[in-house]
Structure formats: structure tokens, C-alpha cells
């Protein structure tokens, strides 16, 4: 079936700084990706929709520039947290649609910002 | 905008008892999906249902799509430890809104 690979799984970075996170489908092209944001033991927010070769929607409240999304490739989608802050902490998962078999979801990053 | 409301939050069961998980939307779906996601781990779709009443099984999983396709249901019968997770349902034509899910955790 469809795989989403996203990295990293984890990561523990300073406040202030900037994170990457990558999100690949590996065998299957992806003009449209999501970005979703879970809070422990709450539901997906979705963040944003990644669009090949375009700018990114945002959902309202969700700061554009403070996450930036850039999908340069029909099969790779980054999320960066920039000026990261101890609220930002959080668990980022990306998901692709894939036909007949709902959206696929990668394993997700554990921010933690210190 | 779109919202989908799911019941109950929490659902504690002993192993062998149903459960079920009741999912509705404010406005009619095109489909709507339902994941499974384990502690600590990420959503893994199950199944989406697309028409008006349908009904679709999976092994001890039952899923319903309401008439007028503004609410759905998970039925698991006979509940194993291997169901303990948190039950999603999403929908939404363009992009997904996901319910607040149901945690159910079981006794052995």
C-alpha cells in the first residue's frame, strides 16, 4: 500500500531556532498534501494544505509565517517551525490522499522546544 | 465552517464487550472516513463510506453511514486488547475534518 515517510520521529531543539520537518510519499506522487497539528490526547487540527508547485492554505489562526511550507515536488512536502517556542511543542503529522484507501498519514514528529 | 462532532470521548470496556463510537457533522458529507490511531502512534485509515445508509464490515468492525449522510457509527463486536486506540471519524470533500475521537481502552 501507499507509504508516507516523515522525518524526523522525534526532536528536541532550543527555542528560537528553526525545524524542518520532511514528508515524502514513497510510491506515489502527491500534488496535495496536509499538515496537521495533535496536542495530547486531542484530535488533528489540520494546519495547512501543501499544493505542488504553489503556495500553501493556511486554516485561519495558523501563522504563515511561522510555518512555512514548501512543496517542491510531487513527492516531497517540508513544514518548518521557524522561531520555534515551547508552545509550539506538539505533534506534527503530514498525510497524503491516496484513491480508494482515505488519506495516509506518516508516523508524525514530536517537537519539543526548550 | 464544516464541524464534526464524535461521542463518547473515553470508553472503558472489559475485553469481550461491545462498543461504539457515534460521529455527527453539521452539514451533509460527500464520504466520511474512519482511523485508528494507537498510543503513540499515527492515524491508520480503516474505511470510508460514500453512499446514503451504507453499511461496511470489517471482521468484528461495523460501519454505518446515515441516511442523510450527516452521521456515522463504529460498532466493534466482542472487543479484543488489540482494539485499544483512539477512533477518528473525518470528513470533508477538499481536505478532512477529523471528530475529536473516541479513546476506548479495555480491561482484560
Known amino acids: 500500500g501507499a507509504v508516507v515517510s516523515q522525518h524526523p520521529s522525534w526532536v528536541i531543539c532550543k527555542s528560537g531556532t528553526s525545524v524542518k520537518i520532511e514528508c515524502r510519499s514513497l510510491?506515489?506522487?502527491?500534488?496535495?498534501m496536509f499538515w496537521y497539528r495533535q496536542f495530547p490526547k486531542q484530535s488533528l487540527m489540520l494546519m495547512a494544505t501543501?499544493?505542488?508547485?504553489?503556495?500553501?492554505?493556511?486554516e485561519q489562526g495558523v501563522e504563515k509565517d511561522k510555518f512555512l511550507i514548501n512543496h517542491a515536488s510531487l513527492t516531497l512536502s517540508t513544514l518548518t517551525v521557524t522561531s520555534a517556542h515551547p508552545e509550539d511543542s506538539s505533534f506534527y503529522i503530514c498525510?497524503?490522499?491516496?484513491?480508494?484507501?482515505?488519506?495516509?498519514f506518516g508516523s508524525g514528529t514530536r517537537l519539543t522546544v526548550v | 465552517g464544516q464541524q464534526v462532532m464524535q461521542i463518547p470521548q473515553y470508553q472503558h470496556v472489559q475485553e469481550g464487550e461491545d462498543f461504539t463510537t457515534y460521529c455527527n457533522s453539521s452539514t451533509t458529507l460527500s464520504n466520511i472516513q474512519w482511523y485508528k490511531q494507537r498510543p503513540g502512534g499515527h492515524p491508520v485509515f480503516l474505511i470510508q463510506l460514500v453512499k446514503s445508509g451504507e453499511v461496511k464490515k470489517q471482521k468484528r468492525l461495523t460501519f454505518q453511514f446515515g441516511e442523510a449522510k450527516k452521521n456515522s457509527s463504529l460498532h466493534i463486536t466482542a472487543t479484543q486488547t488489540t482494539d485499544v486506540g483512539t477512533y477518528f471519524c473525518a470528513g470533508g470533500a477538499q481536505k478532512l475534518v477529523f471528530g475529536q475521537g473516541t479513546r476506548l481502552t479495555i480491561n482484560p
Open positions: 510510491d506515489f506522487q502527491a500534488t496535495t
Open positions: 498525510s497524503a490522499s491516496t484513491p480508494g484507501a482515505g488519506y495516509t
Open positions: 501543501s499544493n505542488e508547485g504553489s503556495k500553501a492554505t493556511y
